[in-house]
C-alpha cells in the first residue's frame, strides 16, 4: 500500500500545488478556469484522440464491461436518489446528488493516474467507463431536471442531450479517433509528436487545475457531502467490483481498471451541471471538495487491493 501511496503522492502534490497557488493569490481563480478550458478542449481531447485512434475497435468496445459498469452504477444512482427523497428533496436535487455518488473525475484525474499505474492497457477500458457516464449519466440528469422543471419530457430535451454530445469535445476526440482507427488511416511523424506533445500537458495541467478549482469549493451540509463522498468513494467501486468479478465475465485486467475508476471521486462537471440549472450546487461544490481531499487516503486503499487481481 505504501507504495501505491508514493505512486499517487505526486499528483496529489499536483492537486496541492494548484490549491495553494489560488489560495495564496499568486493566482486568480480565473486563470485557473482558462486553464481547465484548456485541458477540456485542446490537452485532453488530443490525448483521447491519441489513445483511441490507435486502438482497434475490438480491443475498446465490451457489451459485458458496459453493462456490468452501468448496472452497478446505476443501482447506486438509484439508492442515493432514494435517500435524497427520504430527505424530502426534490426529484432534481436527488439526480444532483445521485449523480456525486457515481460519477467520478475519469477524465482529468483517472486516466492520468490509472495510466502511469498500470500502462496504456488501462486506456480502452477507461474510454469505455467516460463513454457510459457522459453518455448515459450526462444524459440522464439532464432529462431529469429538465423534465422535472417543465413537468414533462419535451423534444427540446433530447436536443439538448444531443447537442451537449456533439459539443463535448471528450466525446467528439474519441469518436474521431475511434473513425481514424476503423479506417485505418496513417498517423505520419509530425502528427503521432504533436499529439503526444499536447496530450502530455493534460496531466499535469488538469490536476493544477483541479487544486485550484478546491478553492471556490464550500462545505456547506457537511453531513451531505460526507454521505455522498461515502457513496462516491466506497459504494460505487464496491458495487462495481461485485458486478465486475461476480456477475459478468469481465477479465481481472478490465476489473481492475473498472473498480479503480469507479474509486475516483466526484467529477467537478457535476457543479456546472447544476450551476446552470440552479440546483443545488453547493451541494455538488462540498461532494468535489470533501471527495477529493478523502480520496487523498481511500483511492490508496482501493488500488492496493485491486492491483492483485492483475495478477490471477
Not at 13 to 35: D, K, T, W
Request: with cysteine; hydrophobic share 60%.
Amino acid at each position: 500500500m505504501l507504495q501505491i501511496f508514493f505512486q499517487l503522492l505526486p499528483f496529489f502534490a499536483l492537486i496541492g500545488g494548484g490549491y495553494l497557488a489560488v489560495r495564496s493569490g499568486f493566482l486568480p481563480q480565473q486563470a485557473i478556469v482558462h486553464l481547465s478550458q484548456f485541458v477540456f478542449y485542446f490537452a485532453l481531447s488530443a490525448m483521447l484522440f491519441d489513445f483511441s485512434s490507435k486502438l482497434p475497435i475490438s480491443e475498446i468496445f465490451d457489451l459485458h464491461f458496459v453493462l456490468a459498469y452501468a448496472s452497478a452504477s446505476m443501482v447506486v444512482y438509484l439508492l442515493v436518489m432514494l435517500v435524497a427523497k427520504a430527505r424530502k428533496c426534490g426529484i432534481a436535487e436527488a439526480s444532483v446528488e445521485a449523480q456525486c455518488g457515481v460519477i467520478g473525475n475519469v477524465g482529468f484525474l483517472a486516466i492520468p493516474v490509472l495510466i502511469l499505474i498500470f500502462g496504456n492497457e488501462a486506456a480502452a477500458p477507461m474510454l469505455l467507463i467516460l463513454t457510459v457516464d457522459l453518455v448515459l449519466f450526462g444524459s440522464l440528469i439532464v432529462a431529469v431536471i429538465t423534465g422535472s422543471q417543465d413537468g414533462r419530457l419535451s423534444r427540446g430535451v433530447v436536443s439538448t442531450i444531443l447537442t451537449g454530445l456533439v459539443k463535448n469535445p471528450m466525446i467528439m476526440a474519441m469518436v474521431a479517433g475511434l473513425i481514424w482507427s476503423i479506417l485505418k488511416l496513417p498517423r505520419p511523424g509530425p502528427l503521432s509528436s504533436f499529439l503526444v506533445m499536447l496530450g502530455a500537458a493534460a496531466t499535469p495541467c488538469a490536476l493544477f487545475a483541479i487544486g485550484g478549482s478546491l478553492v471556490a469549493r464550500s462545505a456547506e451540509r457537511i453531513s451531505v457531502a460526507i454521505w455522498l463522498s461515502f457513496a462516491k468513494l466506497i459504494l460505487h467501486p464496491a458495487a462495481v467490483a461485485f458486478a465486475s468479478l461476480q456477475l459478468f465475465d469481465i477479465t481481472p485486467f478490465a476489473a481492475t481498471i473498472m473498480i479503480a475508476t469507479a474509486a475516483m471521486p466526484t467529477a467537478g462537471n457535476i457543479y456546472i451541471i447544476a450551476q446552470h440549472y440552479n440546483v443545488a450546487p453547493q451541494r455538488a461544490s462540498a461532494s468535489i471538495l470533501v471527495s477529493t481531499i478523502l480520496s487523498v487516503i481511500t483511492l490508496t486503499l482501493t488500488i492496493s487491493m485491486v492491483q492483485n487481481l492483475v495478477n490471477l
